[in-house]
């Protein structure tokens, strides 16, 4: 680091004062002398400004309310439970009252127009609102010279171990754009750590995305072009995301609480004067996982591996009592692994469920969508799995209206629906994504769609796909509250819905119940009057709103640090401590803390300076 020279050396600093000036005895003598002179100012003016100046610790990071919405897939909510949770982890309060945030961070999804006009409308209501903003998801990462996202903060989908860093850097008024890829040696990873702290949106559901991107290149996907092309992450780091979710460990201290030494480093004895303080250090866990991609029947194509051989691998975790659920797979990467994957949809701890996109019934219009199979092919898989795995739940997507789709197309679609009776069907309207090349086709005269829509709707709604199951006894899980708050949310072995009274010693257990009414999307049980609640074989779950994913090696390092400051007092080991439970941050800040120390120090000479030149 540069340094004036000097051609000798001071032996104090009040050798700076030179014979000639003033001895401190003479400017405390005329100090009398001295009439201060008072300056007038504006008030009005001074009132003002004081008003419409920020408060003097409004841009400390760590300190402000965050307010996350997230639009979309269980991908995109997986990567807003990652972000919650390292902001939480830093010290930032997650709030689910917008109007009380600092900042806001909005989670993208660009799959339709809808989706991504909330989205639109959600920044134009923060800037109304003076809110900070930093903008997260598919549609910044696959457009982000969009003129309504000019000059604000965004942070890329495989980006999101930094958003402590763009959070700060907004908080403080800049402008920052984080978009890149990550890679190993020239090969794309999937994205951030799955080993991050994260705030689950259901305490017990954890949300594991298996890999990011695709192989396809349909015509109509906006999202190809936010999470690219396929990159798969390791099973050996899957699998150690799911034991952890099972047994999470303990959950973070905000900055400035005290840490209880508690199973931190059991064979070590507390530090002299450390004082006990409440800090929940229980091990906290799920009963369900969630498996979610952009296609999870293509995962490992790029890391010699598939998608059974993983599934083999967490099912060995997976304690009893809880589940696996499956995510979305396109049928072209699912027709060779046919025998296996029917072995593991038949295992207990693995929901008999099935998300297998069709899009049309029509060769022609899955041609021009650049699908990669015929409708034979999916009739094959969804024939095979229904024979092989009794009472399997199939859902499926299907899109009206994409450009060049005549009557008869249409027609053949609402004959697969009839034939097959899908219990979960996702209806889409075709909407032309920019940049796309189904944008650029001829399209479907808007009215048309609409009214494909409707009667493709009116066919969905025709039969009841539970009636035949009222009188049988289920076993479920229980696992969230209704949306009326009027019964809890189970599922059954087949991932169907099952409403059961709001018993608090139910939820997150295995209740046997008796089916006694059925709708279009759900059945309700009462539960056995002699039959015992099932209590899984995992730890108590974490609260809503905590904390979850801080491994062993980070509890053991922060409890080696904690011993090692023995000699300290409670107060600085506490500020010690909360110090590293924080994520670690870049360069940015290490550089502003020294930038910081270097500045208290010379204001520690001044001030001796001063008051020896006083005394």
């Given at each position: 680091?540069?340094?004036?020279?000097?051609?000798?050396?001071?032996?104090d600093i009040e050798d700076i004062v030179s014979q000639e000036d003033s001895k401190p005895q003479d400017r405390h003598f005329v100090r009398k002398d001295v009439v201060p002179k008072v300056r007038r100012r504006n008030t009005q003016k001074y009132l003002q400004e004081e008003e419409n100046s920020p408060p003097s610790d409004s841009t400390i990071p760590g300190?402000?309310?965050?307010?996350?919405?997230?639009?979309?897939?269980?991908?995109?909510?997986?990567?807003?439970?990652?972000?919650?949770?390292?902001?939480?982890?830093?010290?930032?309060?997650?709030?689910?009252?917008?109007?009380?945030?600092?900042?806001?961070?909005?989670?993208?999804?660009?799959?339709?127009?809808?989706?991504?006009?909330?989205?639109?409308?959600?920044?134009?209501?923060?800037?109304?609102?003076?809110?900070?903003?930093?903008?997260?998801?598919?549609?910044?990462?696959?457009?982000?010279?969009?003129?309504?996202?000019?000059?604000?903060?965004?942070?890329?989908?495989?980006?999101?171990?930094?958003?402590?860093?763009?959070?700060?850097?907004?908080?403080?008024?800049?402008?920052?754009?984080?978009?890149?890829?990550?890679?190993?040696?020239?090969?794309?990873?999937?994205?951030?750590?799955?080993?991050?702290?994260?705030?689950?949106?259901?305490?017990?559901?954890?949300?594991?995305?298996?890999?990011?991107?695709?192989?396809?290149?349909?015509?109509?996907c906006k999202t190809k072009h936010a999470r690219g092309n396929l990159a798969s992450y390791p099973i050996d780091e899957l699998v150690d995301r799911a034991k952890q979710s099972f047994q999470d460990g303990v959950s973070p201290c905000r900055p400035g609480w005290m840490i209880e030494w508690c199973d931190l480093s059991p064979l070590q004895l507390p530090p002299?004067?450390?004082?006990?303080?409440?800090?929940?250090?229980?091990?906290?866990?799920?009963?369900?996982?969630?498996?979610?991609?952009?296609?999870?029947?293509?995962?490992?194509?790029?890391?010699?591996?598939?998608?059974?051989?993983?599934?083999?691998?967490?099912?060995?975790?997976?304690?009893?009592?809880?589940?696996?659920?499956?995510?979305?797979?396109?049928?072209?990467?699912?027709?060779?692994?046919?025998?296996?994957?029917?072995?593991?949809?038949?295992?207990?701890?693995?929901?008999?469920?099935?998300?297998?996109?069709?899009?049309?019934?029509?060769?022609?219009?899955?041609?021009?969508?650049?699908?990669?199979?015929?409708?034979?092919?999916?009739?094959?898989?969804?024939?095979?799995?229904?024979?092989?795995?009794?009472?399997?739940?199939?859902?499926?997507?299907?899109?009206?209206?994409?450009?060049?789709?005549?009557?008869?197309?249409?027609?053949?679609?609402?004959?697969?629906?009839?034939?097959?009776?899908?219990?979960?069907l996702f209806i889409n309207q075709f909407y032309p994504r920019p940049g796309t090349p189904a944008a650029k086709m001829e399209q479907v005269p808007a009215q048309v769609k609409k009214q494909r829509t409707k009667d493709l709707s009116r066919v969905f709604h025709s039969y009841s796909p539970y009636d035949h199951k009222i009188g049988e006894r289920q076993q479920?899980?229980?696992?969230?509250?209704?949306?009326?708050?009027?019964?809890?949310?189970?599922?059954?072995?087949?991932?169907?819905?099952?409403?059961?009274?709001?018993?608090?010693?139910?939820?997150?257990?295995?209740?046997?119940?008796?089916?006694?009414?059925?709708?279009?999307?759900?059945?309700?049980?009462?539960?056995?009057?002699?039959?015992?609640?099932?209590?899984?074989?995992?730890?108590?779950?974490?609260?809503?709103?905590?904390?979850?994913?801080?491994?062993?090696?980070?509890?053991?390092?922060?409890?080696?640090?904690?011993?090692?400051?023995?000699?300290?007092?409670?107060?600085?080991?506490?500020?010690?401590?909360?110090?590293?439970?924080?994520?670690?941050?870049?360069?940015?800040?290490?550089?502003?803390?020294?930038?910081?120390?270097?500045?208290?120090?010379?204001?520690?000479?001044?001030?001796?300076?001063?008051?020896?030149?006083?005394?």
């Open positions: 680091m540069p340094s004036a020279s000097c051609d000798t050396l001071l032996d300190i402000q309310k965050i307010w996350i919405r997230t639009w979309g897939c269980s991908h995109n909510n997986s990567d807003g439970e990652y972000m919650a949770g390292q902001l939480a982890a830093y010290g930032y309060k997650i709030t689910e009252n917008a109007s009380d945030a600092d900042l806001w961070l909005l989670n993208s999804c660009t799959v339709k127009n809808p989706a991504e006009d909330h989205f639109r409308n959600s920044i134009k209501k923060a800037q109304e609102e003076n809110k900070k903003i930093v903008l997260a998801g598919c549609v910044p990462q696959a457009q982000p010279r969009q003129d309504y996202l000019k000059g604000l903060s965004i942070i890329g989908v495989q980006q999101i171990d930094r958003v402590v860093e763009v959070v700060e850097e907004t908080i403080k008024g800049h402008s920052v754009r984080l978009l890149g890829q990550k890679k190993d040696n020239g090969r794309r990873l999937g994205g951030a750590r799955l080993d991050l702290p994260k705030i689950r949106k259901n305490p017990l559901i954890e949300i594991i995305s298996i890999n990011t991107g695709c192989l396809n290149a349909c015509t109509y002299p004067g450390f004082r006990r303080f409440s800090c929940l250090s229980l091990p906290k866990g799920v009963c369900e996982i969630w498996l979610t991609s952009e296609d999870t029947g293509a995962y490992g194509r790029d890391i010699g591996t598939n998608l059974p051989t993983l599934l083999w691998k967490l099912v060995e975790v997976i304690p009893e009592g809880a589940m696996l659920r499956l995510g979305m797979t396109n049928p072209p990467y699912i027709l060779e692994h046919l025998e296996e994957m029917a072995k593991i949809l038949n295992h207990p701890r693995v929901y008999a469920f099935l998300h297998i996109p069709v899009q049309s019934a029509s060769d022609s219009v899955l041609m021009e969508m650049k699908r990669e199979y015929c409708v034979a092919d999916f009739k094959r898989v969804v024939d095979f799995l229904k024979e092989k795995v009794p009472g399997i739940t199939i859902a499926t997507d299907i899109i009206c209206g994409f450009p060049g789709e005549t009557d008869q197309d249409f027609q053949e679609t609402v004959k697969l629906v009839e034939e097959y009776k899908f219990p979960s479920v899980l229980v696992t969230e509250e209704s949306f009326d708050s009027k019964f809890y949310v189970a599922h059954n072995q087949f991932y169907e819905q099952v409403l059961v009274p709001k018993n608090p010693a139910f939820m997150g257990k295995m209740v046997e119940v008796d089916i006694y009414e059925s709708g279009k999307h759900f059945m309700k049980g009462q539960p056995v009057s002699d039959a015992k609640v099932y209590t899984p074989s995992i730890s108590k779950p974490l609260a809503k709103g905590e904390v979850s994913g801080l491994t062993k090696d980070f509890r053991n390092g922060l409890g080696n640090q904690l011993s090692s400051g023995s000699h300290t007092s409670a107060a600085s080991q506490c500020d010690s401590a909360s110090s590293r439970m924080v994520l670690p941050m870049p360069r940015l800040h290490q550089d502003c803390a020294l930038r910081m120390s270097v500045g208290l120090a010379l204001l520690g000479l001044l001030f001796a300076f001063f008051v020896k030149v006083y005394n």
